[in-house]
């Protein structure tokens, strides 16, 4: 079965969250977290999102 579309609409605030398969890491090293808060910055002025908060761990975001 497919999943709902998500409702999107201007102003909104989202909670966004990602995990590792099988709760497997996804972060290994300090590099990789820096890397990651690279995207973000990259994503932020790309699309032009505010950014309120941000966890990093080392199986999720």
Known sequence: M???LRVEFEGAVYHVTARGNER???F???RDYER???Y???A???FGCFL???VLMS???
Do not use: M, S, W
Request: hydrophobic share 35%.
């Open 2 to 4: 497919a999943r709902p």
């Open 28 to 30: 290994y090293a300090k």
């Open 44 to 46: 932020q002025e790309r």
């Open 40 to 42: 973000l910055i990259f």
């Open 36 to 38: 990651f808060k690279e």
């Open 24 to 26: 497997r890491k996804i």
């Open 59 to 61: 199986n999720h975001i």
């Open 52 to 54: 309120h908060g941000y």
